[in-house]
């Protein structure tokens, strides 16, 4: 059955990446090894205009989604952004060293629509992924996709939490003594 799979979901703008990135810090903490993708928001005068992808572990950052059509990203479009081919493709090499290094914690945020419902962004690396069955897996999931995010992993035990506003600053806690 291997080791628990945690979905964290929530409205956009919740706090979910920075939830995933204090709960990591706290599983590294605790002795483990964490890896995997986080989706920081890119900010220019206040205003949302795109993300990135971080690697979890070394900290880097680069340009994953950006709004409006004058983008220099080549990929694929939804709704008001522009995704990156190669910003997703060094992603799924970070997701696959996290595997291969055998990660005790592998955070992947986010999956939407662009994954289930179109089969692009990161759809190619889902299976492999949850597949691994000695690692947990942190998942950020927008909440109208979690009953497909859980057909897809079968039998596998699933802890969702349910990221707000009351309880961003806990969250991680919560996450990390599921885990222990």
């Not at 990135?21 to 206040?46: F, H, N, W």
């Not at 795109?50 to 572990?57: I, P, S, V, Y």
Request: charged share 25%; hydrophobic share 40%; net charge positive.
């Amino acid at each position: 059955m291997g080791r628990p799979v945690l979905i964290l979901t929530g409205e956009i703008g919740v706090g979910k990446t920075t939830a995933c990135r204090k709960a990591a810090k706290q599983a590294v903490c605790m002795g483990l090894s964490s890896g995997g993708i986080l989706t920081p928001p890119i900010y220019e005068d206040g205003r949302k205009t795109g993300f990135f992808a971080e690697d979890l572990k070394t900290g880097e950052q680069w340009p994953l989604g950006t709004k409006g059509t004058g983008s220099d990203l080549k990929g694929p479009v939804f709704g008001i952004y522009r995704f990156s081919i190669d910003g997703f493709s060094k992603a799924y090499g970070t997701l696959k060293t996290a595997v291969v290094e055998r990660c005790d914690l592998i955070v992947l945020d986010e999956i939407g629509p662009l994954e289930i419902v179109h089969k692009k962004g990161f759809w190619r690396i889902l299976r492999p992924l949850f597949d691994q069955k000695n690692a947990f897996l942190l998942l950020v999931v927008r909440p109208s996709l979690i009953e497909d995010v859980k057909k897809m992993l079968g039998e596998r035990r699933i802890f969702v939490f349910t990221a707000n506003t009351e309880n961003r600053n806990s969250l991680p806690g919560r996450i990390v003594d599921t885990i222990k």
